[in-house]
């Protein structure tokens, strides 16, 4: 009996500190995220998963389409904790928050800028590619991806929330 509770702790252990470290954290604050895109109407309608590289940005300031301000963000839009981009990459439609991990860290962060496929942070450098569909650091400065959201494509309406 005491040979089958010894191997029961050693399996409970083994199967504890296996699945250390398996959650995604982020050194990026949670804010709240959720906006539409609506790319049937209005300024978003040439917007859409064959275009590549396209970009739409949401921040405190409202909504730019590939750089360039489109409209003000509505009352009840809510856009992360940098900014949001929504980018057409080799994936569709991806969606991620423009704060810097390595500087959001530090206490440091500005919004990162979008430079053709990356996101660029304009206080350490750090490039993250979001034409891969990942926003992977290129550089090494930080060891973090973006943080990423949820988006839902309904018939071209985009929905950006949290995972």
Sequence with gaps: MQRYLGLI??????CLTACEGTTLRSSVPTYPV???IDTRIGPFVHFNPS?????VTLTREG???NGKYVMPRGAMDAYGYGGTVVFVSVNGFD????ACPACALKGA??????????AVCPVCGEHYDLGSGTA????????EFLRRY??????????????
Excluded at 51 to 55: A, F, P, T, Y
Excluded at 109 to 116: A, E, Q, T, Y
Excluded at 136 to 142: L, T
């Design 9 to 14: 702790f050693l399996v409970a252990v083994l």
């Design 34 to 36: 959720r906006f539409s």
């Design 51 to 55: 275009s590549l590289n396209e970009h």
């Design 63 to 65: 909504y730019l389409y």
């Design 95 to 98: 969606a991620y928050d423009l």
């Design 109 to 118: 962060c500005s919004p990162c800028l979008i430079d053709g496929i990356f």
């Design 136 to 143: 992977a650091p290129q550089k090494g400065i930080s060891h």
């Design 150 to 163: 949820a988006i839902i494509n309904s018939d071209g309406k985009l929905t950006v929330t949290q995972q």
